[in-house]
């Protein structure tokens, strides 16, 4: 009876992992440029945090740390996603909040795949801090971040041309939610800005720009947490009194990878 409790969000996690796409969970791109600034930036295997349960990180850390630590509000996804990846022998899980003070120098290295945007433009400066609190001296950290300011759109219907030329064969939400976001965002918050996001896909679908089945996907698709994004200039001025910047890469190889980049840092 125990077990099949457990078992129901377990499965779940795996299927709903399977069936998410890039941003949501890394691309190739992106794993090869966590890849890249390991070796670039570590010179050996070291202890490893990660910051979630993210499958495709815990494989990398599998074939490159001396053990991993995974870092999340949720066990259930530790567990979930073990299936989905190589676990490293010395695996474990650290049941934390990001934003909160008491996490102790414990990692040479720390990676993270939207982990900062799960937290408001307000709590930035607590994540960053925290983030060098559970660094040793000269450790980094790679973190996949999602900025505001390499969106080229200022109009929704230019997202929504530049989607049925260029990506009509995949659906509309997953192209381009990103960018409607962006454009309805709460500035203060960093978040998509539901009310204005509803209100404005509704005149997006009285005005027949968007078909029913799309409005479906947009409106059944809202995100329940609020993703922040971040202006470059003004992630680089949170990271300055914790780290120094060693390298900021753009994945090329999904529709919204130019406002995805994943940064290296290295402790001050
Ligand atoms: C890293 S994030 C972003 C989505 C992502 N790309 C992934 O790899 O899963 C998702 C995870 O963050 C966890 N999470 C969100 N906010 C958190 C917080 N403040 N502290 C710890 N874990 C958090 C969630 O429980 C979830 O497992």
Redesign the pocket.
């Known amino acids: 009876m125990t077990d099949s409790i457990k078992k129901l969000p377990m499965n779940m996690c795996v299927e709903i992992?399977r069936n998410v796409k890039p941003?949501?969970?890394?691309s190739e791109q992106m794993v090869a440029i966590y890849e890249d600034y390991v070796n670039k930036y570590c010179s050996d295997s070291g202890d490893w945090g990660l910051?979630?349960?993210?499958?495709?990180?815990r494989s990398l850390a599998a074939e490159y740390a001396s053990s991993l630590c995974c870092?999340?509000?949720?066990k259930d996804?530790y567990h979930g996603y073990a299936e989905l990846c190589k676990q490293h022998p010395k695996e474990s899980f650290m049941l934390?909040?990001?934003?909160c003070p008491g996490l102790t120098e414990s990692f040479d290295l720390v990676l993270?795949?939207?982990?900062i945007?799960?937290?408001s433009l307000h709590q930035y400066d607590e994540f960053l801090k925290n983030l060098h609190d559970m660094l040793l001296p000269g450790g980094c950290a790679f973190l996949?971040i999602q900025v505001s300011n390499t969106n080229p759109f200022n109009e929704p219907s230019e997202v929504i041309a530049w989607h049925r030329k260029n990506h009509s064969d995949q659906p509309i939400f997953r192209t381009s939610a990103f960018y409607m976001q962006i454009l309805w965002q709460d500035s203060d918050l960093g978040a998509v800005n539901t009310e204005i996001y509803r209100d404005q896909m509704q005149k997006l679908y009285d005005a027949g720009e968007v078909t029913d089945e799309e409005y479906q996907q947009f409106m059944g698709k809202i995100t329940p947490?609020p993703i922040s994004y971040v202006e470059q200039e003004a992630f680089e001025a949170a990271c300055e009194p914790y780290f120094d910047i060693l390298d900021a890469r753009f994945p090329e190889d999904f529709a919204c990878s130019n406002v995805c980049p994943v940064y290296a840092l290295k402790k001050k």
């Open positions: 992992w941003p949501v969970r890394p910051l979630g349960c993210t499958p495709e990180l870092l999340d509000l949720n996804h934390c909040d990001w934003v993270g795949d939207g982990s945007s799960m937290v996949r947490c």
